[in-house]
């Protein structure tokens, strides 16, 4: 004989919040809206709200893309190699081609300026790398996945949207050649996250592509970079 399966009430009324927060009705929303806010207001800011909606809405790290490498030293090491490697083709190549000035006029402070140095190293590794990247792609790519679903062409429309809204974030202070290249940057980090599904490879090749790029400025060798290819 069958015995009847009861749901326990209980159970049932703690989940309600979780689900409420994963969902897309006014909670939902109302959790996405505070996260792109705070994100307006300090991308750490948005990333810590990412970290609360997480644990407050019960959803699995692994799908924001926090998955362990299967070898951290690694993922580190072709992370901080392809980042360096991206920032010089972009500064010589892809910037140079879209018509860009080979001075970033908005960090030229930073030109030999070894106090300024802890300051952006901890922006770029802390509000850039980890920041950006949780709530642009791992945040971000969850919701949308969710809400349209996991087929080739859903995925293409996460990888463009959310690098619109990337490239978008970056105009305020670095203007035009600065929303160039967040566009170029967001479609590279957010095809490799869409093909892996593993945030921390990004988060490292953002962390070294935004250490190359404060490098080269430290250095004074933005104009010689940019001039590498076309004179």
Do not use: C
Request: no cysteine.
């Amino acid at each position: 004989m069958l015995s009847a399966v009861h749901e326990d009430p209980a159970a049932t009324s703690g989940d309600r919040f979780p689900r409420a927060l994963r969902g897309f009705r006014p909670a939902g929303l109302a959790a996405i809206l505070v996260i792109l806010a705070g994100s307006l207001v300090t991308v750490p800011l948005g990333a810590v709200l990412v970290f609360v909606w997480a644990l407050l809405s019960r959803t699995p790290w692994r799908e924001l893309g926090f998955v362990r490498p299967r070898s951290w030293m690694a993922s580190l090491a072709v992370g901080l190699v392809a980042g360096a490697a991206f920032k010089l083709v972009m500064k010589a190549v892809v910037m140079p081609l879209l018509g860009a000035p080979p001075l970033n006029q908005a960090y030229r402070h930073l030109v030999g300026n070894t106090a300024a140095l802890p300051g952006i190293l901890l922006a770029v590794v802390v509000g850039a790398g980890l920041g950006e990247e949780t709530v642009f792609r791992g945040y971000l790519f969850e919701r949308l996945g969710k809400l349209l679903g996991s087929a080739r062409w859903s995925r293409a429309i996460v990888v463009l949207f959310t690098s619109a809204l990337f490239a978008a974030a970056h105009y305020a202070h670095q203007g035009v050649p600065g929303v160039q290249q967040a566009a170029v940057t967001g479609l590279a980090f957010g095809t490799a996250f869409a093909v892996s599904g593993q945030l921390w490879p990004v988060i490292f090749a953002h962390i070294s592509f935004d250490i190359t790029a404060v490098a080269i400025i430290y250095w004074d060798l933005e104009t010689k970079v940019a001039h590498l290819v076309f004179t």
